[in-house]
């Protein structure tokens, strides 16, 4: 087992060391067609939404498996895939009384 995951870890390294550009581009494309492929794909639903300061909107999908997607909306209506990973775990904290430190 140990061993598996040491050949797995190096055969990343190296595929990130060898990457071309071509990996290095981001997926965007129309905002629909995005969130679409989330949910049937992944089974991942929009759980948190906020506004980035450049205008554009950055969107949480998230699954009961634990996947996730952050995507970000460009105010010229493209939609762009920012991060994506597994094992995502909602913390709720506490909100904070105004003027307390955390």
Not at 8 to 35: K, R, Y
Request: hydrophobic share 40%; proline share 4%.
């Amino acid at each position: 087992m140990l061993r598996k995951k040491i050949l797995t870890v190096g055969a990343i390294l190296m595929a990130s060391v060898v990457a071309t550009p071509a990996f290095a581009q981001m997926v965007c494309g129309n905002h629909a067609d995005i969130e679409k492929r989330l949910e049937t794909g992944y089974q991942e639903v929009r759980t948190g939404v906020r506004l980035a300061g450049n205008g554009g909107l950055i969107e949480l999908y998230t699954s009961e498996k634990g996947t996730f997607t952050i995507v970000l909306t460009r105010p010229n209506g493209m939609s762009c895939l920012m991060a994506v990973g597994e094992n995502w775990e909602a913390v709720k904290e506490p909100t904070p009384v105004k003027g307390e430190m955390l």
